[in-house]
Structures are given as structure tokens and as C-alpha cells.
């Protein structure tokens, strides 16, 4: 078996009149993330994380944010497609490791449903699937509550 990791982060900023969509979950919440798709901070960074392990660029590079057919489009549509992709190679899924990074809303009570909605999409365990929340304690645009961040590392296999 061949295996390897990759790395992946993104940031979007908040603003009014957008919805929040993480891990691929709606959440209430005053502002959300602007982007060309839903903004899916946490998802994005999967991607480029899954896409870095296979040698295969980057999320902008397979959905370009000047193309209107990515235009508001749902993240775990991406996700699966870029798991298809890897699977191109023959790469499978191992496991996701992600950590998000925001002040508000509270993400810990949010987890479990991303966790599931994550593994559901790329066809693994829920338990593969860690994603863990945090804040800048207000410091920087995270801490000022412009923007949110993501990080994610992955496995994959052969």
C-alpha cells in the first residue's frame, strides 16, 4: 500500500447577507462567508489538502472562481468531485484531520453533524473525519470577526 499526506488551508471573509455554510452543515449565525461558491471555508481546505497529496494543484486550479458554472455552488459537490479526481490515481480517502478557526458562532456543538456530512460525501467513516475548532483569543481578522480560516491535513491511499 502507498500512502500520502497532504495539506490544505483557506480563508473567506464574513459578511452581511451571505449564509454560513462549514463542513458542508448550514449554521445560524449574522454573517456568512463570501466566495464565488458557498464559501465553504472548512470543505476548500479539504480539497486543496486532498488534491496536494495526489499531485494534483490546487481547488482553484479544477474550479476556477471566474467560471460561472462554479458559480454558488455547493461545496460537497467540489468535495466529491475532487475525490473522484484522486480516485483517478487510485487514491482513496484515509483520514482528515481539520481544524477551524473562528470566534463566533461556537462550532464544538456543530462537529458531530459535519463530521457526518464529511464522511458521507467522501465515502469514509465518520471516525475518520476529525475536525476540531478554535479561536485567535481576538486577535487578527479571525479575532475581529472578519473572517474565518481552516486548515486540514489528510491521508490518502493506494
Not at 466566495?35 to 465553504?40: E, R
Request: aromatic content about 6%.
Amino acid at each position: 500500500m502507498k500512502i500520502r499526506v497532504g495539506f490544505g488551508y483557506d480563508v473567506h471573509q464574513l459578511v452581511e447577507g451571505r449564509d454560513l455554510w462549514l463542513g458542508g452543515v448550514k449554521l445560524q449565525h449574522s454573517k456568512g462567508l463570501l466566495g464565488h461558491s458557498d464559501a465553504d471555508v472548512l470543505i476548500h481546505a479539504i480539497c486543496d489538502a486532498l488534491l496536494g497529496a495526489a499531485n494534483m494543484r490546487d481547488i482553484g486550479y479544477h474550479f476556477p472562481d471566474n467560471s460561472a458554472d462554479y458559480k454558488g455552488i455547493d461545496s460537497k459537490i467540489l468535495l466529491k468531485e475532487v475525490v473522484k479526481l484522486i480516485g483517478t490515481k487510485g487514491y482513496r480517502v484515509g483520514n482528515v484531520d481539520a481544524t477551524v478557526c473562528a470566534e463566533r458562532p461556537k462550532l464544538n456543538p456543530h462537529i458531530p453533524a459535519m463530521q457526518q456530512v464529511l464522511a458521507e460525501v467522501m465515502g469514509v467513516d465518520a471516525d475518520d473525519v476529525s475536525i476540531k475548532a478554535t479561536t485567535t483569543e481576538k486577535l487578527g481578522f479571525t479575532g475581529r470577526e472578519e473572517g474565518i480560516s481552516a486548515f486540514a491535513t489528510v491521508l490518502i491511499e493506494k
